[in-house]
């Protein structure tokens, strides 16, 4: 006897739950507007695939309501944690929405290339680029004799800052 059993792909939604979502000027739009739009988009993807929802942050947890209660973002907790749970399982792709804010646990692109399922990245928060001006380093000799000029390197980066005006002051302490 032959048989064909079709089964339906599983779409995982992996949801940041970290308070960093909600440090942003439009918080209101994450507390209120985002979890209904959030909804709208599984109740979409339902009609076709499996969807299975997790949220994650200090721990990897089944998906209730987004509270943005965690105070870290572990990316590799969550991703280890798909591995494990859905090995040789018709996964068709992940779906991890976050701010990119990895703040617990080494970095996740270190070896997604071994996951045996498709990541999708979405990225949540403000997008606005500010303008950033800091001091990447300073060069100089670690001892040099006493009444002597000696030379003094400072590299600095500049991120959307055409057209500003930047002053450094470089204090030296003897």
């Known amino acids: 006897k032959k048989s064909t059993k079709i089964e339906a792909a599983t779409v995982i939604i992996a949801q940041d739950n970290s308070n960093s979502l909600i440090l942003i000027k439009d918080s209101t739009f994450y507390k209120e507007k985002y979890p209904l739009l959030l909804d709208s988009v599984i109740t979409e993807l339902e009609k076709n695939f499996i969807v299975d929802k997790y ?28 591995k494990k749970n859905y090995y040789k399982k018709n996964v068709g792709a992940v779906v991890l929405l976050s701010d990119g804010i990895c703040n617990k646990s080494h970095l996740p692109e270190q070896n997604i290339e071994s996951f045996p399922f498709p990541i999708y990245t979405v990225t949540l928060g403000d997008t606005i680029s500010y303008p950033d001006f800091y001091i990447k380093d300073v060069f100089y000799n670690k001892t040099s004799p006493s009444n002597t000029i000696m030379p003094i390197r400072v590299v600095a980066n500049a991120n959307n800052c055409r057209n500003k005006k930047m002053i450094i002051k470089l204090l030296v302490a003897i």
């Open 55 to 82: 949220l994650f942050g200090n721990e990897v947890k089944d998906f209730t309501s987004i509270d943005y209660k965690d105070y870290y973002t572990d990316f590799h907790s969550v991703l280890e944690n798909l």
